[in-house]
């Protein structure tokens, strides 16, 4: 390897169509890549960082943090993250995230890092890697922040370890795999839908398979690209990895009845799906308008939001959350909208709310160099 290596790349963000907790138990989802895109800059060079001969240095303007850490310090960090998730997994406790506010970043470094053969490992622990991440990507509003993050740090420090190229099928396997480990530090149980929507692009439909989630490309009929508003209701109340975990104590109290509200969540999937696939944009309002009755009795809308959206559909709209939702409160994230061409700023119920401009179908990881 050279003396410096260094790679730019790109990953977007994404909003579920449909299928948000439905699919962390086995149903379908149709999700999108958008044009939010959170940057990472990487660059590694000689030691410099103490006995190990090297550390990390992450710039992350977007946080106002400058840190510095060792390699020892950063795999121990993700090692008890890796620790307590095993534990809850395991039933010994419930759900909790770091409260450090650099904790995903430093995590993703270590799985990158786990994810490398031992000799690739070793030779960058004698090296500085030094890390840049800027993101257009809100946090809190579903629009897959975490992910991005978790993919775009990934996937950088696999690049500087191993020397820059575009990455093969096998390679961008290896990423994902890594990724999912640190949403999983950050969400506890998420479906993978987020880290392989980013890590792909387009519009996708997503089910499970045997073993792993199998992502399908979909048309993008004009209406998807013009019809369709996103709008941020504000940062949720409660972290997806609450209403996640909130969700599954349900599902362990009434199997039966939350069964059954998925299942209608899954249909709502299907029919968004035959509704690109015929380019039909009245039956996707209806789908969207179907999923998102399902939603408010999962229980993850809040009254506030559920109103909003009985606002939309008096006017002939139909909307619905994008994401993990909340339990209560005023706010639950991004808001998908159909409006039949008309701007989100003239609709009772979402005038206020500030629209995300974020093109649908974006391209997935992306090296810029």
Request: hydrophobic share 45%.
């Amino acid at each position: 390897m050279a003396d410096t290596e260094s790679v730019r790349l790109s990953v977007p963000g994404k909003v579920i169509l449909m299928g948000e907790h439905a699919a962390v138990y086995g149903r379908p989802a149709v999700v999108a890549a958008v044009d939010l895109r959170l940057e990472v800059e990487a660059c590694v060079g000689s030691g410099g960082g103490g006995l190990e001969g090297g550390c990390v240095l992450l710039d992350l303007p977007d946080l106002g943090l400058e840190e510095e850490h060792s390699w020892m310090e950063t795999e121990a960090f993700a090692n008890r993250a890796r620790r307590r998730w095993r534990a809850f997994q395991a039933g010994e406790g419930s759900f909790r995230t770091s409260r450090d506010r650099s904790a995903l970043v430093r995590i993703a470094v270590g799985e990158g890092l786990a994810s490398l053969a031992p000799a690739a490992s070793a030779r960058l622990r004698e090296r500085t890697l030094e890390l840049r991440l800027r993101s257009a990507i809100p946090v809190g509003a579903g629009l897959g922040s975490s992910a991005a993050a978790a993919v775009g740090v990934v996937a950088a420090v696999r690049a500087v370890a191993g020397g820059v190229g575009l990455p093969g099928p096998s390679e961008l396997a290896t990423i994902e795999a890594a990724a999912i480990e640190v949403e999983r530090r950050q969400h506890g149980f998420p479906s993978g839908i987020d880290s392989g929507a980013v890590l792909r692009g387009g519009v996708l439909f997503v089910r499970g398979g045997e073993r792993e989630l199998r992502f399908d490309e979909l048309p993008r009929p004009g209406w998807l690209r013009n019809g369709l508003s996103i709008v941020d209701s504000g940062t949720p109340g409660q972290t997806t990895g609450a209403v996640v975990t909130t969700v599954r104590k349900r599902y362990e109290e009434d199997p039966d009845g939350v069964t059954e509200v998925l299942g209608r969540i899954g249909a709502a999937a299907e029919a968004l799906r035959r509704a690109l696939v015929s380019d039909r944009e009245t039956e996707a309002s209806a789908a969207i308008r179907a999923g998102h009755r399902s939603l408010v009795d999962l229980g993850v809308v809040p009254g506030a939001i559920a109103e909003r959206v009985a606002r939309v559909e008096a006017s002939g709209g139909a909307a619905k959350i994008s994401g993990a939702g909340a339990l209560e409160g005023e706010s639950a994230g991004a808001l998908i909208c159909m409006l039949g061409g008309r701007d989100s700023g003239t609709i009772v119920g979402l005038s206020d709310l500030a629209p995300v401009d974020a093109p649908i179908g974006a391209d997935g990881l992306r090296f810029e160099d």
